[in-house]
């Protein structure tokens, strides 16, 4: 660790922002929240822009630079001032000046809002009570499972809870080999996109692992389960005649990882519409408990009917609350994001998507897993993983995928 950082703009892209859907904001390299240093970046927001009243997690200090920021019951913030609030203060609406405003924002805790009620004084959070408490649930199946019951909970709000999805010996198995990997080096898996923004977003204390069926063998039973690629198949169904692996993960989020930017997994693909039938769709299986306090999943069920820059409010969220083997199926194009680890351990799962077999899937499997290791496996897998080709000639379409104008199967012929 540093005992020293700077923070400036330059070479620092800006992206919208997610929590209102205008604006920007810059994220600084080396203010991400790891290795001991705040969170760091810049606002910037349009002239006249609202946000509703909020709090956030942790104590946040603002330095105003540019504009008006009016706050309701404050007053108006203009640049040269510092303002500082405390974690889960709530307070708001705020407004910009007409020249509009920005801010630096520094916190030790992720300080992304969270909407809370206009009639609340305030939300006081602490380690075993996290902003969002779950108003609903998402229906949860027992062996033997429903498919059909499954498949419309899926398609309609947009999730499921699979119980015991997996055996304690086939939990056992998968936890050691991933053990056994990540022990080779402390710093594998942490991200390194190339891209501050996205690593960000990938989360610095979370460790995640692609290339699965290459590192760890006992997980290609999961990327090539039956049941979860037939539902795949069906779901996906009404858009494609296959599917491919569109990821397959490991994400260990470990202890202090703050909640994860909430997203919809089809922002990959920018220019695809939301259709009844989804284009990709995702199930975690939790290979440690998901409780509260170590960030279960956060989904928002029906999200995936709403407009553009919709966000859930906070009585919106389902909670994925799993024992060890248990799975939650949902829509790739659902709002969610992991929660924060407040627990001192860390929260380990198999994150699996599979997306229409004429998308550019997220893992380039072709480079994560070597040919040699791809002609052992089993031939479902090796068509997940793009050895089979997409084809639609049946509905007056074409072929994709092809191998020298043929089956890609055959690239894994020996020769």
Not at 10 to 37: A, H, Q, R, W, Y
Request: proline share 8%.
């Amino acid at each position: 660790m540093k005992d020293a950082a700077r923070f400036n703009l330059e070479g620092v892209e800006p992206f919208v922002d997610p929590t209102t859907g205008s604006g920007n904001i810059f994220l600084m390299p080396e203010g991400m929240g790891s290795d001991g240093k705040p969170f760091v970046f810049l606002v910037q927001d349009p002239p006249h822009k609202t946000r509703p009243r909020h709090y956030h997690h942790g104590d946040v200090l603002y330095v105003y630079t540019h504009g008006e920021h009016h706050i309701e019951g404050e007053g108006v913030y203009r640049a040269g001032d510092l303002r500082w609030t405390r974690a889960g203060h709530a307070y708001g609406p705020e407004t910009t000046g007409p020249e509009g405003g920005s801010w630096w924002v520094i916190s030790y805790s992720d300080p992304l809002p969270v909407d809370v009620g206009q009639d609340d004084d305030a939300i006081h959070t602490s380690k075993n009570e996290p902003p969002f408490q779950s108003a609903h649930g998402l229906p949860t199946f027992e062996r033997p499972y429903d498919w059909k019951a499954i498949d419309q909970a899926v398609t309609g709000e947009g999730g499921a809870i699979l119980v015991g999805l997996l055996t304690k010996d086939e939990l056992d198995a998968v936890n050691s080999d991933i053990d056994g990997y990540i022990a080779r080096d402390g710093k594998i898996g942490l991200p390194q996109s190339g891209s501050p923004t996205y690593d960000a977003f990938l989360g610095a204390r979370t460790v995640r692992l692609h290339g699965l069926a290459e590192k760890t063998p006992s997980t290609r039973s999961l990327l090539a389960h039956p049941d979860l690629v037939a539902w795949a198949e069906r779901v996906i169904g009404p858009n494609a005649t296959s599917v491919l692996l569109n990821a397959g993960e490991l994400i260990q989020i470990g202890p202090g990882e703050p909640a994860q930017y909430l997203h919809r997994d089809t922002d990959s693909w920018l220019s695809l519409p939301r259709k009844e039938a989804p284009v990709l769709v995702n199930a975690i299986i939790a290979l440690d408990p998901f409780t509260l306090e170590n960030g279960a999943t956060y989904i928002s069920p029906g999200s995936w009917r709403w407009e553009p820059g919709r966000q859930p409010k906070s009585d919106e969220f389902a909670r994925a609350l799993m024992s060890a083997g248990d799975a939650v199926l949902f829509r790739g194009d659902l709002i969610h994001g992991g929660g924060e680890n407040a627990s001192d351990t860390p929260r380990r799962a198999i994150s699996i998507s599979y997306c229409a077999g004429w998308l550019r899937p997220v893992e380039n499997s072709f480079l994560n897993v070597p040919r040699d290791t791809a002609r052992t496996l089993e031939p479902r897998l090796q068509a997940l993983l793009g050895y089979a080709p997409h084809d639609a000639v049946a509905k007056r379409g074409g072929m994709i995928g092809l191998f020298e104008n043929g089956d890609p199967a055959r690239a894994l012929e020996n020769t």
